[in-house]
């Protein structure tokens, strides 16, 4: 056993709000230089739909992830070593601007200048590429809430596969049609596809927490990561000719403060934790040869931070004192392993993804209220679950590689939570057959409804600081070239591999700021920030 320590993400779809600040802040922070216009590091998605870029879970287009060989070994999907060698100055399987959308900008002048006159003057678009007026035709939240179904939904990869499975399962007359919000980041993967694409190294994932970042420096914009990802969260900067991606935020990380995405999150639905997991167990993990069996492959990578063997293990394996701690306080543990509420975004791409999803439940409780049943009664909502206006189906098609089973003992977690809840509010005795019929206790439940409902800050957010002997490496002086980030100039000089690729980034924002900011986020009062 070799244990390794990795910052993960849970998101509760449930209390997603499709509000896209999560979006907005992180795309202020990371990706506002030239080069970048059309990337969204953070973005909010309306299932069904076909997501950003289009259709990007069509991994028979995209080639993206990993497959296993007629011998059953891992190789990516884009192909070999050798085969991916021959053809390394070719263009590798990318999506094109349309898939992702061309960037736009208005003619404000054509408002402000006008002169007076019986028209009234219109702010045509215009490409932030090409500076020529555009139609606008597609964009990274096309299908926010359900605005382009008639026309798009049908092109969903999810609802394609479901049709072929059960053809009535999905339909979209507007009495019976579906809908929920799905942000997306980068997985973080411990499989990731995309660092073992990338043939000038320039792609890694750090050891210490996890976090899977691109050396700018040693980036030659091969783009081979952008076609492995299957979640196409790597982007090519076509001004600087390097790759780039979701960095988890860790500058913030590193001083214990939780990414943008979800300190500005408005609905709290994100939580962060550490997991412990035998590192000797990747492989296998991702190797299983049925592809329904990557969940609980995944879950047996993890490793119980409050077994005496492990954290044993992990204080050998170099792991400090106070990761092993958060590890054990973890909310993200809680609900990936000790409450299997929370699942994986499409496990059979193989990559074994850190960010993972407590399913949406709220239209069980709609559906049955509408019907003159009680919504909330435990009985109602157990048989209800496999009549859900979103069906099982799409959902395990989207989080379990097509198997029902682990969503259905979710969805069952969750409704027996609700049950509990209620006739406690309500002031009646709680049914402890409801929490024990989906293998819980009465107190698991309550300490489930408080961390999905009522769980503070410190609760949400377990995200211990780097350790110390690492702290002198973190500082602004050594800061590691991983992702040019900062203003338009960042970072600099021409060379052979496009725009800014002749020198060193600028040096990376200060610790110091960022405990400064730590302490003004976290204050209840003003004089205590200061």
């Known amino acids: 056993m070799r244990v390794m320590a990795q910052v993960a993400m849970v998101m509760n779809l449930d209390k997603c709000i499709g509000c896209h600040t999560c979006s907005v802040t992180c795309k202020q922070t990371w990706t ?132 072929r499975q059960a053809e009535e399962k999905v339909r979209f007359a507007f009495e019976e049609s579906f809908m929920f919000y799905l942000p997306r980041i980068c997985e973080h993967c411990l499989n990731p596809s995309c660092v073992a694409s990338c043939p000038s190294g320039a792609m890694y994932k750090r050891a210490e927490d996890g976090i899977v970042l691109v050396d700018q420096d040693q980036c030659r914009g091969w783009r081979q990561c952008v076609t492995a990802c299957p979640y196409k969260k790597v982007y090519f900067n076509h001004r600087t000719g390097k790759a780039e991606k979701c960095t988890f935020c860790y500058p913030r990380i590193e001083v214990g403060l939780p990414t943008v995405c979800s300190e500005t999150c408005v609905g709290r639905l994100r939580y962060l934790g550490v997991l412990l997991y035998d590192a000797d167990k990747v492989t296998a993990a991702a190797s299983v040869h049925d592809e329904r069996d990557l969940y609980e492959a995944q879950l047996d990578v993890f490793l119980d931070p409050s077994d005496p063997a492990v954290r044993a293990a992990a204080e050998r394996d170099g792991i400090a004192h106070d990761w092993i701690e958060a590890a054990r306080r973890s909310p993200v543990h809680a609900l990936i392993s000790r409450f299997r509420v929370a699942l994986p975004l499409h496990p059979e791409f193989r ?82 057959a409801g929490p024990g019929a989906v293998g819980l206790t009465a107190e698991d439940v309550e300490e489930l409804y408080r961390l999905l409902a009522i769980a503070k800050y410190e609760d949400r957010y377990v995200v211990p600081t780097a350790a110390l002997p690492d702290a002198r490496a973190l500082e602004e002086s050594a800061v590691p070239t991983e992702c ?24 990376m924002v200060s610790l110091e700021s960022f405990h400064a900011l730590r302490r003004r986020q976290r204050a209840d009062h003003e004089e205590d920030a200061r």
């Open 32 to 163: 506002t230089r030239s080069g970048v216009e059309y990337v969204w590091f953070n973005n909010v998605e309306t299932r069904p739909g076909q997501g950003y870029p289009r259709r990007w879970q069509d991994q028979e287009r995209w080639k993206g992830g990993w497959r296993l060989n007629r011998r059953g070994r891992l190789t990516l999907t884009s192909g070999g070593r050798v085969e991916r060698l021959a053809r390394i100055f070719a263009n590798p399987v990318l999506p094109t601007v349309k898939d992702y959308y061309e960037p736009w900008t208005y003619d404000y002048n054509k408002l402000t200048d006008a002169p007076l006159g019986d028209d009234y003057p219109v702010a045509t678009p215009r490409s932030l590429l090409s500076a020529k007026p555009m139609k606008i035709e597609w964009s990274s939240n096309w299908d926010d809430n359900l605005g382009g179904l008639p026309e798009h939904a049908d092109e969903d990869p999810m609802v394609a596969l479901v049709r």
């Open 351 to 432: 990559t074994l993804p850190m960010v993972w999803y407590v399913p949406p439940l709220s239209p069980v409780v709609e559906a049955l209220t509408a019907t003159g049943f009680d919504g909330e009664d435990a009985g109602n909502l157990f048989g209800a679950i496999d009549a859900l206006r979103i069906p099982v189906e799409y959902l395990a098609g989207l989080f379990t590689a097509g198997d029902p089973e682990p969503v259905r003992a979710a969805l069952g977690r969750l409704a027996a939570m609700r049950t509990h809840q209620r006739a406690r509010n309500l002031g009646e005795v709680p049914d402890p």
């Open 484 to 507: 040019a980030v900062g203003h338009q100039d960042a970072p600099g000089g021409s060379g052979p591999f496009g725009e800014n690729s002749g020198r060193r980034a600028l040096p």
